[in-house]
Structure formats: structure tokens, C-alpha cells
């Protein structure tokens, strides 16, 4: 059997993922079974929209909870208490300047499966996350961008 990717997860992140499994299983599950047997209902399946909309969401929801349960499976939780300060891992805050005189920006490294860019976590597979581990305060790194090469500062590792 092959090897399980493991993923990586905050507990706050751990805590969401089940979450949304749990209500994907009872709440969301029950909806598109009661849609599914209100279509069948209506006789002709061949040419119902209702019916068929509603095949759709089930096979999505069905998949979304084997996502999850792998997921939770192949948890692997960053414990932040533990971090090392020195340098930038998962599950640490960084704060990054765009050189040479660029705004300063805060993110929390953190796996792929939590990244968010907009809620400031960004994941240790993208392009940043992935120059920016295992540097120091005070280190700047090249990240490759469609548009060029961009470099940051690390202004301070929380």
C-alpha cells in the first residue's frame, strides 16, 4: 500500500476540517437525499434537471468527505508552543518586506491544506513559504514570480 502524505494542520485548522466533516456526514448528506427522493418523485429522470443537479452535489459531498477523512487520517499537528524562534518552520508568524522599499507584510507558514492567503497563512508549498523556511531574521530570499524575480526581508519570526 503506498505511503500516506501526511498533513500538515494547526489544531485550530484540525478542529475546522472536522468540523466541516461532520456536517458534510449529517447535515448535508441528509439535504441531498431528501432532494434526490423529491426528483425521483417527479417520474422521468431522463430529462430532470432537479434530479440531476442533485447527483451532482451528492458525488461531490461524497467525495469531499473521503478528502476529509484522509485528512484527519494523515493529521500531522504543528504544535507551535514548540517552534523554534531562530528560524521560520510551519506553524510560525513571519513578517516579510518586498525590497527594496515594499510594505511590510505578516503570514503564518502552515500546511497546504490550511493555507489562506487572505486570512494572512500561506502554505510551505507556495513559492514564498517554500524560500522562506529554515531562514533567519534578517535573511533576505529570492522568490520567482511571472513577472520576475522578487526579493523579500524577513523582518521578524514570531
Known amino acids: 500500500m503506498a505511503q500516506k502524505k501526511e498533513v500538515l494542520l494547526t489544531e485550530e485548522g484540525l478542529a475546522k476540517v472536522k468540523a466541516e466533516l461532520e456536517e458534510l456526514k449529517t447535515k448535508k448528506r441528509a439535504e441531498v437525499a431528501?432532494?434526490?427522493?423529491?426528483a425521483i418523485a417527479q417520474g422521468d429522470l431522463s430529462e430532470n434537471a432537479e434530479y440531476d443537479?442533485?447527483?451532482?452535489?451528492?458525488a461531490f459531498i461524497?467525495?469531499?468527505?473521503?478528502?476529509?477523512e484522509n485528512m484527519v487520517r494523515n493529521?500531522?499537528?504543528?504544535n507551535q508552543d514548540n517552534q523554534n524562534k531562530n528560524f521560520v518552520s510551519v506553524g510560525t508568524k513571519v513578517t516579510i518586506q518586498e525590497?527594496?522599499?515594499?510594505?511590510?507584510?505578516?503570514?503564518?507558514?502552515?500546511?497546504?491544506?490550511?493555507?489562506?492567503?487572505?486570512?494572512?497563512?500561506?502554505?510551505?508549498?507556495?513559492?514564498?513559504?517554500?524560500?522562506?523556511?529554515?531562514?533567519?531574521?534578517?535573511?533576505?530570499?529570492?522568490?520567482p514570480a511571472p513577472s520576475g524575480t522578487i526579493e523579500f526581508k524577513i523582518i521578524s519570526i514570531d
Open 34 to 38: 431528501q432532494r434526490l427522493k423529491e
Open 53 to 58: 443537479s442533485a447527483k451532482e452535489e451528492q
Open 62 to 68: 461524497e467525495s469531499r468527505i473521503v478528502t476529509l
Open 75 to 78: 493529521a500531522k499537528i504543528i
Open 99 to 143: 525590497m527594496p522599499e515594499g510594505e511590510k507584510e505578516t503570514y503564518t507558514i502552515v500546511g497546504s491544506a490550511e493555507s489562506d492567503p487572505l486570512s494572512g497563512k500561506i502554505s510551505n508549498e507556495s513559492p514564498i513559504g517554500a524560500e522562506l523556511i529554515g531562514k533567519r531574521e534578517g535573511e533576505t530570499v529570492r522568490v
